[in-house]
């Protein structure tokens, strides 16, 4: 298991935009899949978008046309572009990798080997 890094959440009024990054050095994600979750207490972590090694994307219901997940493999970066950030989306957001892309579903937790310690978004209305 391997320890990622997320940054970029904050704080923002509703409408606005964050960009989230997940950068762990060493850590090569051009042959994992890639999943941005988030969590509020008492809940269980949702997922909210995953992106496999093909470039195929996928996203929860909730964040559809708002969020955006895409990856610079050069970078061995994962970011998570938030758009029309609205108070229901205040969460603890985690990046996780998965070294075998193809076994469960994305927005599984379970499936997932590496996490990071999850950074902040408070979005007020």
């Known amino acids: 298991q391997v320890q990622l890094v997320e940054s970029g959440g904050g704080s923002v009024q509703a409408g606005g935009s964050l960009r989230l990054s997940c950068s762990t050095p060493g850590y090569t994600t051009a042959n994992k899949r890639m999943a941005w979750f988030r969590q509020t207490a008492g809940k269980e972590r949702e997922g909210v978008a995953g992106r496999y090694p093909s470039g195929s994307t996928f996203y929860a219901d909730s964040v559809k046309g708002r969020f955006t997940i895409s990856q610079d493999n050069a970078k061995n970066t994962v970011y998570l572009q938030m758009n029309s950030l609205k108070p229901e989306d205040t969460a603890m957001y985690y990046c996780?990798?998965?070294?075998?892309?193809?076994?469960?579903?994305?927005?599984?937790?379970?499936?997932?080997?590496?996490w990071g310690q999850g950074t902040q978004v408070t979005v007020s209305s």
């Open positions: 996780a990798g998965d070294p075998s892309p193809y076994v469960g579903g994305w927005s599984q937790a379970g499936n997932y080997d590496d």
